[in-house]
């Protein structure tokens, strides 16, 4: 049990033993609110980086965490190679270290937008507890920045290429500027139902999703894409099982989630055949 639910429940002891009768138990809601509180504490230091190019056709993404555990997506004009594994823990370290020195994430410079600039790198990381997204040109986050990333992807090149998972879910909090667009769309005569967040908690990886934004969640087997298909129709999202709009309490989200392997000998896919893919 983590952490800090354990110093509460003996901090109900304690006051338990000194009231004579008081009620010591833990709602549903208290564990779930402590656990949260709890991952925020204890959750291992970790950043996410994308990097997308439309003229290129390419899509990249890396997440590091600060014991070496890696998952990246790489995509070029159809192919996509997907790694996931550990690498030595200073390589992560070294990078973590550089982005938190970096002065726009220490600023909390912020983007919410998940239209990229081409050739920009989009940073998040969670800096003072509070997850913070730099996009700037590559160029922009310095030397030694660039230097930690650069060692870091040789050390993932050298990962196996990952194709035993199923799929990968990442969402995006839709900004205050696109939301009356999206609102228009999403409307079911003239009414957004709003998701709350005990119902999304239903399905983790995309509360997890949401939680982290930006961040691609690993969905391990096929039956986690079932669910969230299942997940998707019960609740009458807008979208589809490969892009699709939540709205939910903590805020409104596009959520999409991506093959994790194709071998570019296979022919581009067609419109029909992208979605059934999934």
Request: net charge negative; with cysteine; charged share 30%.
């Amino acid at each position: 049990m983590k952490k800090i639910i354990l110093v509460s429940i003996a901090a109900m002891l304690v006051s338990c033993y000194a009231g004579g009768t008081k009620d010591f138990s833990l709602s549903t809601t208290e564990i779930s609110e402590a656990q949260e509180q709890s991952r925020k504490a204890d959750k291992v230091k970790a950043i996410w980086i994308r990097e997308t190019d439309l003229k290129k056709g390419t899509d990249f993404y890396l997440e590091a965490a600060q014991d070496g555990s890696i998952l990246s997506r790489e995509e070029n004009n159809g192919t996509i190679f997907s790694r996931k594994g550990t690498i030595p823990a200073r390589f992560a370290k070294d990078l973590i270290r550089e982005t938190e020195r970096f002065d726009a994430m220490s600023a909390h410079a912020k983007s919410s937008s998940d239209v990229f600039a081409s050739g920009n790198l989009k940073v998040y990381a969670y800096i003072s507890g509070e997850l913070t997204i730099v996009e700037l040109p590559v160029s922009d986050f310095g030397r030694n920045f660039t230097h930690a990333l650069t060692e870091l992807t040789g050390e993932v090149s050298k990962m196996p290429i990952t194709q035993d998972l199923a799929g990968i879910l990442y969402c995006d909090a839709i900004s205050e500027d696109d939301l009356p667009a999206v609102n228009k769309k999403i409307a079911i005569e003239g009414e957004i139902e709003i998701i709350e967040t005990a119902k999304i908690r239903t399905f983790p990886p995309l509360m997890a999703a949401i939680i982290d934004q930006g961040r691609m969640i690993p969905l391990e087997t096929r039956d986690s894409i079932r669910e969230l298909s299942e997940f998707i129709n019960k609740y009458d999202l807008y979208g589809s099982r490969a892009e699709f709009i939540i709205p939910s309490t903590r805020g409104t989200f596009a959520c999409y989630m991506k093959n994790t392997y194709r071998d570019g000998s296979q022919k581009p896919l067609t419109a029909e055949e992208k979605y059934e893919s999934y």
